[in-house]
C-alpha cells in the first residue's frame, strides 16, 4: 500500500521566520511528487516535481525532491500570515493516482 | 471561465438515505478524482476515472459509488453502506493521468449525516 507522511504535523511561527516542511513516500510506480496549499476549502498547486535534485521555485517557496531518500521539503522564507494554511504533499504514480499525506497545519502569527 | 464546480455546498441528510454529489469541469480534462478529507487528515482517493464509461475504486471505496456517462460530470453517490459518511468531499481532474499532471481541484461539498 503506498503510503505518504508529512511533518511536523503542525507548526507555530511568526512572520519573517523561514520555514521548512518535509515529506517522505513509499509509492510504486513513483513517477512525481506534488505540494499543494490549502487554505479554506479546495487545495491549490503550488509545485510538482519529477527530477531529483532540481529547485523549483515561487517567490517565497521553494521545494526539492531526493529520491534517493525518498523524500521532499518546502521551503518558505520570509513567512507571512497569508501562508497560514495546510500543506499537502502527495505522491503520483504513472497512471496518474496521487496518495496524499496528512498535512501540516502552519500557522503564522504577525 | 473554465474550473471545476461541485454542488452543493453543504448537504444535510439522515442516516440510512443515499445521497449523490455533483462535479462537473468544463477543462476538457480526462480524468476526474473523488477524495474524501476528515478533521486533521489528509485527502483519500474513493474513486477515480481516467476515461468516460470507465473507473476505479481508491483506498477507500466501500459504501460509494459512481458514474462516468460524460467526460465532464463524474458524480457520486454516498450509499447508506458507508459507515462514516460525514466528511468533505473534495472532486478533482487532470489533463492527463497517464503522466501524473497536477490535478486541479473544486470547491468541495461539506456532507453532514445525522
Known amino acids: 500500500e503506498d503510503k505518504v507522511v508529512q511533518s511536523p504535523l503542525s507548526l507555530v511561527v511568526h512572520e519573517g521566520d523561514t520555514v521548512t516542511l518535509n515529506c517522505s513516500y513509499e509509492?510504486?510506480?513513483?513517477?512525481?511528487l506534488l505540494w499543494y496549499k490549502q487554505e479554506k476549502k479546495a487545495p491549490t498547486f503550488l509545485f510538482m516535481l519529477?527530477?531529483?535534485?532540481i529547485e523549483k521555485k515561487s517567490g517565497r517557496l521553494s521545494s526539492i525532491l531526493d529520491k534517493k531518500e525518498l523524500s521532499s521539503i518546502l521551503n518558505i522564507t520570509a513567512t507571512q500570515t497569508g501562508d497560514s494554511a495546510i500543506y499537502l504533499c502527495?505522491?503520483?504514480?504513472?497512471?496518474?493516482?496521487?496518495?496524499f499525506g496528512q498535512g501540516t497545519i502552519l500557522t503564522v502569527h504577525p | 471561465d473554465g474550473g471545476i464546480t461541485q454542488s452543493p455546498k453543504y448537504l444535510f441528510r439522515k442516516e440510512g438515505q443515499n445521497v449523490t454529489l455533483s462535479c462537473e469541469q468544463n477543462?476538457?480534462?480526462?480524468?476526474m478524482y473523488w477524495y474524501r478529507q476528515d478533521p486533521g487528515q489528509g485527502l483519500r482517493l474513493i474513486y477515480y476515472?481516467?476515461?468516460?464509461?470507465?473507473?476505479q475504486k481508491g483506498d477507500i471505496a466501500e459504501g460509494y459509488s459512481v458514474s462516468r456517462e460524460k467526460k465532464e460530470s463524474f458524480p457520486l453517490t454516498v450509499t447508506s453502506a458507508q459507515k462514516n459518511p460525514t466528511a468533505f468531499y473534495l472532486c478533482?481532474?487532470?489533463?492527463?493521468?497517464?503522466?501524473?499532471?497536477?490535478?486541479?481541484f473544486g470547491p468541495g461539498t461539506r456532507l453532514t449525516v445525522t
Open positions: 502527495a505522491g503520483g504514480t504513472s497512471y496518474g493516482k496521487l496518495t
Open positions: 477543462l476538457n480534462h480526462d480524468a
Open positions: 519529477t527530477s531529483s535534485g
Open positions: 509509492v510504486t510506480n513513483f513517477r512525481s
Open positions: 478533482a481532474s487532470s489533463i492527463n493521468s497517464g503522466t501524473s499532471y497536477e490535478q486541479y
Open positions: 476515472s481516467q476515461i468516460v464509461n470507465d473507473f
